[in-house]
């Protein structure tokens, strides 16, 4: 099993521009996460799904948008891309039932906004 | 809301030396609550969760509720112990969806 993975490693975006984060996984999790890591800030949530056409949004969703059209992608996208979005941006998948309490965590995509 | 704090951005042990992060919550509720581990060049993973009270790599957690905490030891810290470490909060019931809040990290150097 690969996991949970991310495309692509790092971006640099001019601001205005915009671009998807893909993220995958084949362990066959219904929930999956977007998350921004900011230094000194930890995680915070962008979107989560509960399922293929099932999103809604975290903490930190304003900027972004996701979809879910089947249960191994959950790709994340940036509409006119401002320097506030440079981040690291981690994508995490979770299976449903006992084991729900760990967060599979892909590699991150490190993002620039210039 | 829930919150979780990790008020040390930095900590700095000798090898041999005790070690502890602390982590602290605010939450109306029933918590659940975890330790993450980013070692270098690895991805964010899951260290322990308070559910299983047990000792993963000598650490462990104690969740305290009369002082919402739930601060991460271990009594000889090692040179690999060296990660970024981040405490968790999960809303207790399924309606969670899973989602966890997390604090804001500590990165833990460990000297020779």
């Known amino acids: 099993n690969a996991g949970v993975t991310q495309t692509p490693k790092f971006r640099i975006l001019k601001i205005g521009q915009s671009m998807t984060l893909q993220c995958a996984q084949d362990m066959n999790h219904n929930y999956m996460y977007w998350y921004r890591q900011d230094p000194g800030m930890g995680l915070k949530l962008i979107y989560y799904s509960v399922g293929a056409g099932i999103t809604d949004k975290g903490e930190v969703p304003n900027g972004y948008n996701v979809s879910r059209s089947t249960t191994e992608d959950f790709p994340l996208r940036l509409e006119l891309a401002a320097p506030s979005q440079t981040s690291v941006y981690f994508c995490a998948s979770s299976p449903v039932g006992r084991n729900t309490d760990t967060q599979y965590f892909g590699p991150g995509t490190r993002l620039t906004v210039l | 809301a829930q919150r979780v704090t990790q008020p040390e951005k930095l900590l700095s042990v000798f090898k041999g030396a005790p070690v502890e992060l602390k982590c602290n919550y605010s939450?109306?509720?029933?918590?659940?609550l975890f330790w993450y581990v980013q070692y270098s060049r690895q991805r964010l993973q899951l260290l322990l969760r308070h559910i299983s009270r047990e000792s993963i790599k000598g650490f462990t957690a104690d969740l305290n509720k009369g002082e919402t905490s739930f601060h991460l030891k271990k009594p000889f810290a090692q040179e690999e112990d060296s990660a970024m470490y981040y405490c968790a909060l999960r809303r207790a019931g399924g309606t969670s969806y899973g989602k966890l809040t997390f604090g804001q990290g500590t990165i833990l150097t460990v000297h020779p």
């Open positions: 939450y109306s509720g029933s918590p659940e």
